[in-house]
Nanobody, 121 residues
Framework: QVQLVESGGGLVQAGGSLRLSCAAS????????MGWFRQAPGKEREFVTA????????YYADSVKGRFTISRDNAKNTVYLQMNSLKPEDTAVYYC??????????????WGQGTQVTVSS
């Protein structure tokens, strides 16, 4: 079955960096678009970034553009999210998702369990 397992979350001070990983299994990863979303307490899940199957096209929410970078290693079945210049408003549970490059939650087929990112001021 499809599994997406996120890791790399934690507590960081504002201005710091974290790199999230999402290890995928149970499907042909190299043919699948992948995305990252986040959800803060009391808020809806929101699009962060996405990458197409080859890594040649990437998409970002305006709020993270220039600070976050998505990448993938198809040999390792893993997608990454490098987060720099973190802000307290980046605090959320971050989810990896499979299947699209859109901003619409409903377009994605599978989701990981999430990893908590907390940015202190």
């Amino acid at each position: 079955q499809v599994q997406l397992v996120e890791s790399g979350g934690g507590l960081v001070q504002a201005g710091g960096s974290l790199r999230l990983s999402c290890a995928a299994s149970g499907f042909t990863f190299r043919l699948s678009a992948m995305g990252w979303f986040r959800q803060a307490p009391g808020k809806e899940r929101e699009f962060v970034t996405a990458i197409n199957w080859s890594g040649g096209n990437t998409y970002y929410a305006d709020s993270v553009k220039g600070r976050f970078t998505i990448s993938r290693d198809n040999a390792k079945n893993t997608v990454y999210l490098q987060m720099n210049s973190l802000k307290p408003e980046d605090t959320a549970v971050y989810y990896c998702a499979r299947g699209a490059t859109t901003r619409n939650v409903d377009d994605y087929n599978n989701w990981g369990q999430g990893t908590q990112v907390t940015v202190s001021s």
